[in-house]
């Protein structure tokens, strides 16, 4: 059974920093990429924030603009992704993602 349980969101001030984690379970980790969707509302669709290969390439949607970084450590089955220079448009639920699996998401919100 695949499991994807995402953490670290939570309340902070624009400008501030927030690193999120998901770590993944039932899959052989080493071997998949591993993706960041964030949501800002139920009516919109998942949006790709970054991906990161097996092999470690990496890439980011166009509005990270060089604010997030995407890293795994396969010791852990963990991916994180470390978000700077926060702003209140990043306020969203992210969710973790590999193949078709996904986790429940982790609210993130920026107050200005």
């Known amino acids: 059974q695949v499991q994807l349980v995402e953490s670290g969101g939570g309340l902070v001030q624009a400008g501030g920093s927030l690193r999120l984690s998901c770590e993944i379970s039932?899959?052989?980790?080493?071997?998949?990429?591993i993706a960041w969707y964030r949501q800002e509302d139920p009516e919109k669709q998942r949006e790709l924030v970054a991906?990161?290969?097996?092999?470690?390439?990496?890439t980011y949607g166009a509005f990270v603009e060089g604010r997030f970084t995407i890293s795994r450590d396969n010791s852990k089955n963990t991916v994180y992704l470390q978000m700077n220079s926060l702003k209140p448009e990043h306020t969203a639920i992210y969710y973790c993602?590999?193949?078709?699996?996904w986790g429940r998401g982790t609210q993130v919100t920026v107050s200005s």
């Open positions: 993602r590999t193949f078709h699996h």
């Open positions: 991906n990161i290969a097996a092999v470690g390439k990496t």
């Open positions: 039932g899959i052989t980790f080493r071997s998949r990429a």
